[in-house]
């Protein structure tokens, strides 16, 4: 059984209350797995404001990828504790996530991109990461519809995979409320109210809650949300597009979760069928239309290193929102020039894979205690201050 898009309609619709110690705008992934943090280390009067329904952002696409494959130790290291937290998730937060651990196949077909790999399986392994190299031949091993002619090599981390992100938020949801977390949804933040350095007070169209803290975990609608508390997230929303091709009776073989470095083009499975897609140029803004104008694109990448799936039998597809930013790396901190407003926002694409690691570094962060990694190199200050750089990362 194949579970396709999903909105969470769980209509929590709590009464509003007149007072909180923090409010959270924004209820996906971040702004729920913030929520039960909090509340997991004893905060308590924490509402969580979500307009629509909860996972109706961009947290509600029907699988995410989860790694620690990346190439720099501030995204491996969120990478990896998620995956430690999506691994512990049936456990500690009493709910199935749908986790896959087929891996992750990063494919290269220059030199170049080999050396880039190699580095980066280098600094991985460095980290306690099983990232390997593998040669082609190996590559169309591991997945029998790539032609390892195509290639020059590929890495593999065998760890990671992919899990049903609105399971995730689901879970993350219903234990913050049992730690007595108040969710209201279908309730829109219209104004953040401050008296000189201090937030005094947040207004929905249901009314005025005063508090003096703020979560800006609102996505891809974060640069408006920070406008309201002048302050400046640089956060651009882009289209992005996954196709679903029809369920076959017999299922594909086992695949990794697998993307062509040169091109962006990946695939993986979706029960009898395919989830697919490429990095089409968008122009920016909040479009959520699903359309096709990608496919010639994926089809042309795709006759060369999978050639099966060229002319892919779609069934439709799913189009959210990355929320980008100008480096491509997330926005996690507290504003400078205003104490309590705080935001973990900017994932640009994988706020999913991130989500558990970050909702435990912002509640750390909230409390002024040390975490398993300093948020300031995060901060929305590198784009003003040159010394604040994520290349520095100093991990604790
Ligand atoms: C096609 C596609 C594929 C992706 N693949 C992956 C992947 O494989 N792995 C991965 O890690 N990530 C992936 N991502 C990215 C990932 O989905 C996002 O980074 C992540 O969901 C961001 O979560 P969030 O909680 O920050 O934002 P969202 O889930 O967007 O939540 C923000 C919420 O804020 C609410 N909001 C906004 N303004 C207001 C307001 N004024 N008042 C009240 N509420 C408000 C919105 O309604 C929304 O629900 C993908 C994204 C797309 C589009």
Known sequence: MVNQIVELDLTYAAQQPTTADVVIIGGGIMGLSTAWHLADRGVRHIVVVERAALGSGSSAKPLGGVRANFSDPGNILLGQRSLAAFRDFPHRMGASIGLQ???????????????GLEGSTELQNSMGVKTRMVSPREAAQINPLLDSDAL????????DGYANPSLVVEGYAARAMELGVTILDRTHVLNIDRQGDSITSVTTNRGVIR????VCCAGAWSARIGAMAGVDLPVTPVRRLIGLTRQCSEPYPRLPFTLDLSTTCYFHNYGNG????????EESGFCREFDYAWLPEFSAAAATCAPELEHPDLVGGWAGLYENTPDRNALIGEADELPGFFYATGF????FLQGPAVGELMADLYLGRESFIDAKHF???????????LRELNII
């Open 274 to 281: 395919l989830l697919l897609g490429i990095s089409h140029q």
């Open 379 to 389: 901060s929305v200050e590198r784009f003003s201050d040159n010394s604040v750089g």
């Open 101 to 115: 651990q087929v891996g992750y196949l990063f494919l290269c077909r220059s030199d170049e991109e080999a050396a």
């Open 211 to 214: 508090t003096s803290a703020v």
């Open 152 to 159: 020059v090599g590929a890495s593999f981390s065998p760890e």
């Open 348 to 351: 640009s694409g994988h706020g």
